[in-house]
């Protein structure tokens, strides 16, 4: 049996075997079998570092060496070097951009760990039902802390000093908007957790209330000693099924451990929590609508003010909070504002979520600190754009956001960068294009959704909106104008000023944005009438180059309209007027006599 | 189940907790045992992570070999689920991507049994806030 003293982990990302790394590997593994090595010495294929900038890498175990760039030419020297005489190999060494000093542990490569996880610190790491192991990873302890040894005051203080923004996509300060709710004078006041997460592409609140139920718990009891509330409400949406479940467990273990419930831990005050469900709607996000939805009426936003802090609930001052707001209190009650106010920058404090979905290698959840850059993210943590595709543009803030190209991708993520680079935080979707998105398809999509989302009450959103999406349609089937192209700026600039909640007034931000970065790409389609990117259907066509055609009628039988004809061993031609461009022609020519234009 | 009626009764059943979840109440040999946390968040279930995990705690039983599998939640390797991660004793823990049948099976073979890495590791790539 072999019994390995080391270890070489070559990175199998998709950057990096593009650049070789399964060369590295068998090279490794020959070098090794030569000297006699290979029952000592494995050499495994890992998933991407998360560095694929200084690919390919290779890190070796026991003493954690990062190695750089590697070649397949360097396995050699690495080899000999490394594993048979023990000396590292400096010119391989990851160099410290700052200290210009070779790193030559892994482990003190700040770097290398673009991710912090706050929100998420027991996603993945404690079973999300079982309430004794929250409690061993310091649960309960800041609400213990708040309840016996500080008043309400020195709580909003706290958590005022540290900075932190709401995560739901206003970014209001929360500690303000707690003292707000706490002086608003009542016999009954609410905090609610707003868990309707209905942005296209994101799960970063589901997987805090899958991953870890009881933060948001502990914080919403915080949030009522602090605003003077006996009473919480999670609102969810009912398509989130295991969330539910895990909650559900959740409080029922806290009511059990009398963590929730009367005279928490002898401190005279109550609290107990209560989940609502919402039937998907993504205007039901918006606090009011929220609100509504709740009291059982339809789920229609109304005008702020009277702002909830004021008048919700049953008209009663009510605490609206996002679940990843929620997820950051107990840390920050436990290590102090001034540790988290230390995390991102001057504006935006802390860490956010995002949702990485899209054209992009490693789809998944990741929490990185406030100005963060969004190439960090891309390229280091998502591991670059799929199949080696190009870079074109970043969706931030879901339907209400924009598209930002790669002139942003060394922007620091916070709230205000994102707002002034004409897009927005929003709750954390991020959506990467690449070279073969269209950029008027991408703006028609997120105004179908809009379109299917608003809830009608106001004229601008219902209507306006519609009409914006007739425009775009009209563009996309090569019909449109370029007075088209004056007409949805116009008619955008309306609509955000006169709709009444924050769904009427952003829904024209995706056109806008891509009208600002991706002018030519609009011109094209209503000057030209080409779609750059061949998305647009209606506007290719397919013709079949003379040179090349050799009339083998492959073509000819294939094409399911009846568009093509043409003598057999003579070329062919494609009828433009029947002609349905669904493409089959262009797959079965064996000449690549057929082209797309 | 004990009630919390004050601080220091929570910060007892924390001591308490925190040494059980360590020995994971298998207290006699913490240095023998293996611990296996399967990502069970919708993303990894949706890919299969129930089955893994059932495979797990059935084979390791049917082959007698001591270990603890447990769920958790969303590690964000939304991509390569199911993810599972494996602690052998005395040693770092691995995270692995892609774990189906097959692999679940070549990681007690080889990883397991042997104490050989096998491939298809993903390098962790966030930092955990320490004592949260
Ligand atoms: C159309 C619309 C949808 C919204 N959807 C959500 C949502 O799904 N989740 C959320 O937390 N906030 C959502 N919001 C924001 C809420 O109105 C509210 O600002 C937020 O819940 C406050 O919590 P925070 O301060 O912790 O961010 C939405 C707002 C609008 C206008
Ligand atoms: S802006 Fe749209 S979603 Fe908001 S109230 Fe008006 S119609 Fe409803």
Known sequence: MADYTMHVLVCGGTGCKASQSELIKLNFQNRLSELGLSDEVQVVMTGCFGFCEKGPIVKILPDNTFYVHVTPEDVTELVEEHIVKGRKVERLLYVDPETQASVHDAKGMEFYKKQVRIALRNCGFINPENIDEYIARDGYAALGSCLLEKTPEETIRIIKDSGLRGRGGGGFPTGLKWEITRKSVSDQKYVVCNADEGDPGAFMDRSILEGDPHSVIEAMAICGYCIGADKGLVYIRAEYPLAVERLKIAIKQAREYGLLGEDIMGSGFNFDIEIRYGAGAFVCGEETALIHSMEGLRGEPTVKPPFPAESGYKGKPTNVNNVETFANIPPIINKGAGWFAAIGTEKSKGTKVFALAGKINNVGLIEVPMGTTLREVIYDIGGGIKDGREFKAVQTGGPSGGCLTKDFLDTPIDYDNLLAAGSMMGSGGMIVMDETDCMVSIAKFYLEFTLDESCGKCAPCRIGNKRLHEILERITEGNGTKEDLDRLRMLSTVIKDASLCGLGQTSPNPVLSTLDHFYDEYLAHVDSKTCPSGQCKALLKYTILEDKCTGCTLCFRNCPVGAISGEKRSPHYIDQSLCIKCGVCYEKCKFDAIIIG | ?132
């Open chain 2, 1 to 132: 189940m004990t009630k919390i009626k004050s601080l220091a009764d929570l910060k007892q059943l924390k001591a308490e907790v925190q040494s059980k979840i360590k020995l994971r109440e298998k207290g006699d040999h913490p240095e023998n045992l293996i611990q296996i946390r399967v990502s069970m968040a919708t993303c990894g279930i949706a890919s299969g992570a129930k089955e893994t995990m059932t495979y797990l705690i059935e084979e390791l039983e049917h082959q007698g070999i001591d270990a603890v599998v447990t769920q958790t939640g969303c590690m964000g390797y939304c991509y390569a689920e199911p993810t599972i991660e494996l602690t052998m004793p005395g040693s770092e823990p691995v995270v692995y991507g892609y774990v189906n049948r097959a692999k679940a099976q070549e990681i007690i073979e080889k990883h397991i049994k042997l104490n050989q890495l096998v491939d298809g590791i993903i390098p962790v790539n966030y930092k955990q806030i320490d004592n949260p």
